[in-house]
């Protein structure tokens, strides 16, 4: 653990010296330099710490009925988690509700381990600190194994074909004082906000390079951020109200991404500034 | 009578989208408004009315990136326009070293952020202007040397102030807030904002 948190500061002020000495004005020239601070943060990537404590988690039994998360479907059938990321969101006739991961998880720890949802939904996200996430924990164990696997997201369930339409909707809809819809920062190529590259989630290749890189352990923030903390970020920016966690707003912009990202190799937990 | 809901969408929405090929539009709007009200709850000031829209909202929506007719683009800018407010006093330009800091400010009607606390135009995260913040985004266009580009004139000064107040009224379905007719920015700071981009003195023209 001290090892890579050391590799990840000495690649992290390498690169802030280099950029320091480079320094020359010109967007160009900022841009590569984030890139390349980027790359060094590759090198070695805290997440596998959430992994390995979301494995434990998945693994152990817990709740009321104190049993472990093995008895889990993840619509591959019960305990099976290799590639089961790359195929979600999907429908579920035991909850007859289309599910993203999270979703599934809270749905698992409720019906199978017995939790109170309140209770299941106690520390969804990290603080930064002391205070930990074992959601973020499992989910980081889940997606773990669907590296590389290919994204395939299916709709020939209409339940999936109705939330992929009404995700597409969301994806546009405007409101709030600033008029921000997901598409006013993510609808064209090649644009910034500040100095950060935004992805065209409009585009295959857009939506195929951000989805496949979430969930992501944020250097800022010291925790591993999942797809639904990615889309109540964005809800709070967009000066919306608060998304609720696993709402169907939430899993229909989800499955209209994740569709949309279908055919490239799922490649996360990344890491990400 | 799915034709009949078809056509009355239709006549909101125009030729954008086919009617033809997606017969369950108008359901999948209607339940996309029960959806959202069910996601959000409201936290902080931001309440469950910011999910509401008016009608460029609504039909900027409907549009969905793709271009507007040009009778819907000029009936929303006309709309627009309408409710562009210029100061009684007839004083458009204000400080442009408070403008920057206003430019520079993100904070402001986010649930996370305090009610009582700073709100800005964050200018620099859509666009480039004074020289020396390289930190700046590329949604909107550059407005590096924008007086002295137009011109340091009266139809200058009202149009940025008209702009900054309701980006709609210039261009409909504008990716800019409108910083006047959302309450978002004070008269006073939209004053501040304009003389950044007109006033000689300012490093946008230098």
């Known amino acids: 653990m001290n090892q890579i948190r050391w590799r990840l500061a000495a690649g992290v002020a390498g690169v802030a010296l280099a950029a320091f000495a480079a320094h020359a004005p010109g967007q160009g020239s900022t841009v590569d330099e984030i890139a390349k601070y980027r790359a060094a943060l590759q090198d070695g990537n805290p997440a596998e710490l959430w992994e390995a404590r979301g494995e434990e988690l998945w693994k152990r039994p817990r709740g009321p009925k104190n049993v472990s998360l093995e008895r889990c479907d993840l619509g591959l059938g019960p305990g099976v988690v290799k590639g089961a990321y790359a195929q979600l969101p999907r429908f579920f006739a035991d909850a007859n509700r289309v599910m993203d991961l999270e979703t599934r998880l809270l749905y698992c720890m409720t019906t199978e381990q017995g939790m109170a949802d309140a209770d299941a939904r106690k520390q969804l996200f990290g603080n930064g600190n002391d205070r930990k996430s074992d959601m973020e924990a499992i989910v980081a164990y889940v997606t773990s194994e669907s590296k590389g696997v290919k994204m395939n997201v299916a709709l020939d369930d209409p339940h999936v074909r109705e939330m992929y339409a009404l995700g597409e909707r969301m994806f546009y809809f405007r409101g709030g004082p600033h008029d921000f819809a997901c598409a006013t920062c993510h609808g064209e190529d090649g644009k910034r906000i500040r100095l950060q590259d935004l992805p065209n989630l409009t585009t295959k290749e857009g939506a195929q390079k951000a989805y496949t890189t979430w969930p992501a352990y944020r250097v800022s923030q010291g925790e591993v951020r999942t797809f639904q903390w990615r889309l109540y970020d964005c809800f709070r920016q967009q000066r919306f109200p608060e998304l609720v966690y696993g709402s169907d707003a939430s899993i229909a912009l989800t499955t209209f991404l994740a569709r949309n990202a279908n055919g490239a190799a799922f490649d996360a937990p990344a890491i990400k500034r | ?206």
């Open chain 2, 1 to 206: 009578m799915r034709m009949s809901t078809c056509m009355t969408w239709v006549a909101v929405a125009a030729a954008a989208v086919g009617c033809a090929t997606t017969p369950s539009d108008s359901e999948v709007n209607a339940k996309a408004a029960q959806m959202l009200k069910a996601s959000f709850k409201e936290a902080g000031q931001a309440k469950l009315d910011r999910l509401d829209q008016d009608d460029t909202q609504r039909t900027c929506s409907l549009y969905a990136g793709k271009a507007l007719p040009k009778d819907v683009a000029a009936r929303i800018e006309a709309a627009n326009l309408a409710t562009i407010q210029y100061p009684a006093d007839g004083k458009l330009v204000g400080d442009w070293k408070n403008g920057e800091k206003i430019a520079q400010e993100g904070r402001g009607k986010q649930f996370s952020d305090d009610p009582q606390g700073a709100v800005g135009a964050n200018c620099y995260a859509c666009h480039q202007l004074a020289p020396q913040e390289l930190s700046f985004g590329t949604i909107g266009p550059s407005l590096y040397r924008f007086g002295r580009t137009r011109g340091f004139t009266d139809e200058t000064r009202k149009y940025a102030y008209g702009k900054v107040y309701n980006a709609d009224a210039f261009a409909a379905c504008s990716n800019m807030p409108r910083f006047g007719h959302s309450g978002i920015l004070t008269d006073a700071q939209i004053r501040d904002v304009v003389a950044l981009l007109v006033d000689p003195d300012s490093p946008v023209n230098k």
